[in-house]
């Protein structure tokens, strides 16, 4: 983000959500830079809040919610404050949350991103209307009205309150996201979903499976292997399915290819695989691409097939187990990672003592692991959420157990060896030290000089704990 300019309307972009709501707001920021906005990380400087919403789980709503409801305050100390919602929460339930927060300015659907900067431009006109001038304000609004003034001259306002939801995508150029690193990019391939697992609000939110063309793709990622980029993660709902709404099957397997063949990108990335649709073809070209780095997103979700078939997975676990075994039978040391809901309606001890074998059988190198709760709109929302409270609890506290004992095995697997990675920058945890992730995703810290940040760097790690690898630097 950049920091405040000093003429210029200052928004703070908060986002929710997954790695596409992450890159949704790369490309909004970049939207509102080239509109003449500043976005800044700082709360206490912004004209306006705008936040980038996910309804994939109650949790993420519930912080939106409580984040809202905090900011009603400051609206009654500064009225011409403008609050903005956008992305999952906005199309999905946009009319209830303007109903219910009377301080939001305006919602704004998850392909409409484009008409962000005029709708902050309409909503910064009427707060500035009604703001009082005091002395304690006075120079502040001057500030604004001058920095509202210049926006005026080239952005057409839309008028407040309206909510804009659809779900039909608008064909944004993504070159315009700012990306905080030149060495890492997501890109999206595709927008939306057509697969309908009945707990997900992906479909409605984000509608149907639209791809884009691979080489308004391959041209953008050209562009950024050549103002430095290194790594890429290539992003969809399910990646598996690229191309099938263009040419009628899908072209994923020959899209990796591609992209691996531009020079300057080193690693490459993809997310997320749906297991049922995962193609001999794109297992052997990730056998073959050395660029293609050997982690998988697949999500199981549950070891149950009764649960399986009641989510429209669309497999079984006797052949996700299968696609696992095939997959490891070509890159033996490829890192699984998964998602897995507890507690979803009619869930029995059994039905979950299956997911928890199964996860013991796949020992992931990483999971994701949810009490379920009922989405609105969904098909599972029709059932009755008759797993206890307490039971599902109990249910995600074993399955964490689990993992944080086979993350530690996967980790530990490494001590001793030379690991190569990406350095990212200071460690989160400890600033003193560097963070990086091998090419299978794993976290290492080290110590290092901060310029190796982007550069790839030989460690050799000495000991790990579930969290990650800690390592030295290699002579
Ligand atoms: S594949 Fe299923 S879980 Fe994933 S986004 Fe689509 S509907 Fe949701």
Redesign the pocket.
């Known amino acids: 983000m950049s920091s405040a300019s000093a003429d210029s309307v200052r928004v703070h972009l908060r986002t929710y959500g997954c790695q596409m709501n992450v890159l949704d707001s790369q490309i909004i920021t970049g939207l509102l830079e080239t509109a003449g906005f500043s976005v800044v990380e700082d709360e206490a400087e912004a004209d306006a809040f705008l936040f980038n919403t996910c309804s994939v789980r109650d949790l993420s709503e519930r912080k939106v919610l409580g984040k809202l409801g905090q900011l009603r305050h400051a609206r009654a100390r500064r009225p011409e404050l403008v609050f903005g919602v956008c992305g999952c929460m906005a199309e999905l339930s946009g009319e209830r949350l303007l109903h219910k927060n009377p301080h939001v300015d305006f919602v704004c659907g998850t392909n409409c991103r484009s008409h962000i900067p005029s709708l902050l431009v309409g909503a910064l006109q009427r707060r500035l209307d009604i703001a009082h001038v005091t002395r304690h304000n006075a120079c502040h609004l001057e500030r604004l009205r001058g920095a509202l003034a210049s926006l005026l001259a080239r952005i057409p306002p839309i008028e407040t309150n309206c909510l804009i939801g659809t779900a039909i995508p608008e064909g944004l150029d993504e070159r315009v996201a700012r990306r905080p690193h030149p060495w890492h990019a997501y890109v999206e391939i595709m927008r939306g979903?057509?697969?309908?697992?009945s707990?997900?609000?992906?479909?409605y939110a984000r509608g149907p499976e639209v791809s884009r063309p691979m080489d308004e793709i391959l041209r953008e990622l050209e562009q950024l292997a050549a103002a430095g980029c290194v790594e890429v993660t290539l992003l969809g709902?399910?990646v598996n399915s690229y191309g099938r709404d263009l040419e009628g099957r899908s072209r994923f397997a020959l899209l990796l290819r591609r992209v691996s063949e531009i020079p300057g990108i080193r690693w490459v990335r993809f997310l997320?695989s749906?297991p049922y649709d995962i193609s001999e073809e794109l297992v052997e070209t990730v056998a073959s691409s050395p660029k293609i780095c050997h982690q998988i997103h697949f999500?199981l979700q549950s070891g149950s097939d009764r649960i399986l078939r009641a989510m429209n997975?669309k497999y079984t676990c006797a052949e996700y187990l299968e696609k696992v075994a095939r997959i490891r039978s070509a890159v033996p040391d490829m890192a699984f990672s998964s998602d897995f809901i507890v507690g979803f309606p009619g869930e029995t001890e059994e039905d979950f003592a299956a997911t928890y074998a199964a996860m013991e059988q796949v020992k992931f190198a990483n999971a994701f692991i949810f009490k379920y709760s009922a989405r609105r709109g969904t098909a599972a929302a029709a059932l009755p959420d008759d797993v206890p409270r307490h039971v599902k609890e109990a249910r995600h506290q074993a399955l964490l157990a689990l993992q944080s004992k086979h993350t530690l095995l996967a980790h530990e697997a490494h001590v001793g060896s030379h690991v190569e990675v990406l350095v990212e920058g200071p460690s989160k945890r400890n600033p003193e030290m560097l963070q990086g992730r091998t090419s299978r995703f794993f976290n290492v810290i080290f110590p290092g000089q901060s310029w190796w940040a982007g550069t790839f760097r030989t460690v050799r790690v000495t000991h790990a704990t579930p969290l990650a690898l800690y390592a030295e630097p290699t002579a």
């Open positions: 979903c057509s697969n309908f697992c707990y997900c609000v992906v479909p709902q399910n997320t749906n999500p997975r």
